[in-house]
C-alpha cells in the first residue's frame, strides 16, 4: 500500500486577522477516518485520515465558526464522511456532495436532510476518470429546491466547458476561480475569461481561494493578492471563501493555514467587502434555511 500523504501542518501559525463574526470557512474537506469511512477504489491519492474533529479544531484555531465540507474525490460518490462530519458540527456545518448521476430523487433528499446544499462537478483528468457533461447537466435539472452546482476545472478547458456551463439551470460556483494563471495580473488572459463567464449572467459565483495552488511564488503570494483583489471588489456579491484543509495532494509545498486567513484582508481590504466574503455570501449559498 503506498504511503498515506499528510498534506497539512500540524501547527499553522495564528493569523492577524480576524474574521467578522459568524465567519465561514466555504471550502474545506474531511479525509476518513479510513476505518470508519474507506476511501474510494477509484482515488488518485491516498491521504492520512483528516477527520471532523480535526478540521473543527482548526476552525476555532482560525476564527472561524461555521465550515461547507465539500466532499473529496479520495471518497468518491459515498459522502458518507461528509454527513457524518456534518452530522458532529451541531448545526454549524453544511456540504457539497458528488453524486452517480443516476442518484435518485430519494436519495437527493436524504442528502439534503443531512446538510448538503449542492453537488460538485470535477473535471481535473489527475483526480478523476471522467466527467459526463451529458449526465452532469441532466442531474443538474433534479436538484432539491435552493442547491447550487460547484465546478472545478482548470483554465485550459474554460472555453470548450461554456456551453455546459451556461445550461446548467441552478447557482454555480467555481472552485479556485478556475484556477487561472495569476501570474500575469487581474487583466491576464486567464482572469480575462472568467470575467467573460461572470458577467454572462449573475448566477456565476467564485471561491477566491487557493494561493498556495495558483501562485508559484509561494507564501506569501503577491501575485495571488494582486490578481484577485480586483476581482472582489468588482463581483463582491459572489464570491466566498475558504482554507482548503487538509489540502489535498500538497506535500512539499503545504500552506500555512494562518497565512492563508491573512491573505483575507489583502483580497477583501474593508469591513464590508470582508462581510460579505465571509459571511454574507455563503450564508446564501449554505444557511438560507
Ligand atoms: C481541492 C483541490 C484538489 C483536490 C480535490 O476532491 C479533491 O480531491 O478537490 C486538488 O488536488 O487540486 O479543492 O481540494
Not at 470508519?36 to 491519492?45: I, L, T
Not at 436532510?113 to 462537478?121: A, E, N, Q
Not at 457533461?133 to 447550487?148: C, E, I, Y
Not at 495580473?185 to 458577467?199: F, I, K, Q, S, V
Request: aromatic letters at 8%; one cysteine or more.
Amino acid at each position: 500500500m503506498p504511503d498515506r500523504i499528510v498534506s497539512w501542518l500540524s501547527e499553522p501559525s495564528r493569523p492577524r486577522f480576524v474574521p467578522p463574526p459568524g465567519a465561514i470557512d466555504a471550502h474545506c474537506h474531511v479525509f476518513g477516518p479510513m476505518a470508519s469511512f474507506p476511501f474510494s477504489a477509484k482515488a488518485k491519492y491516498l491521504p492520512a485520515d483528516a477527520g471532523p474533529e480535526a478540521l473543527f479544531a482548526l476552525r476555532d484555531r482560525l476564527g472561524f465558526s461555521r465550515s461547507v465540507i465539500v466532499q473529496a474525490s479520495c471518497h468518491g460518490t459515498d459522502n458518507a464522511a461528509t454527513l457524518d462530519a456534518i452530522a458532529r458540527s451541531n448545526d454549524t456545518a453544511r456540504g457539497v456532495a458528488v453524486v452517480d448521476p443516476g442518484v435518485s430523487e430519494a436519495e437527493l433528499d436524504a442528502l439534503d436532510r443531512g446538510g448538503i446544499r449542492g453537488i460538485r462537478f470535477n473535471f481535473l483528468k489527475r483526480l478523476v476518470d471522467d466527467a459526463p457533461k451529458d449526465k452532469f447537466l441532466d442531474v443538474s435539472r433534479r436538484l432539491p429546491a435552493g442547491w447550487h452546482v460547484v465546478i472545478y476545472f482548470e483554465a485550459d478547458i474554460l472555453a470548450e466547458l461554456r456551453p455546459f456551463i451556461d445550461a446548467i439551470p441552478v447557482p454555480v460556483l467555481i472552485d479556485h476561480m478556475g484556477r487561472p494563471d495569476v501570474t500575469h495580473g487581474p487583466g491576464g488572459a486567464d482572469m480575462r475569461a472568467l470575467r467573460t463567464l461572470l458577467d454572462s449572467r449573475d448566477e456565476i459565483w467564485f471561491k477566491a481561494t487557493c494561493p498556495d495552488r495558483l501562485d508559484p511564488a509561494g507564501d506569501p503570494w503577491d501575485a495571488f493578492a494582486a490578481a484577485v483583489a480586483p476581482l472582489v471588489a468588482d463581483y463582491p456579491d459572489r464570491c466566498v471563501w475558504g482554507t482548503d484543509w487538509p489540502h489535498p495532494n500538497m506535500q512539499d509545498n503545504r500552506p500555512d493555514d494562518g497565512h492563508l486567513v491573512d491573505m483575507i484582508p489583502r483580497i477583501a481590504p474593508t469591513g464590508e467587502l470582508q462581510r460579505k466574503l465571509l459571511v454574507d455570501n455563503p450564508e446564501r449559498l449554505y444557511w438560507a434555511r
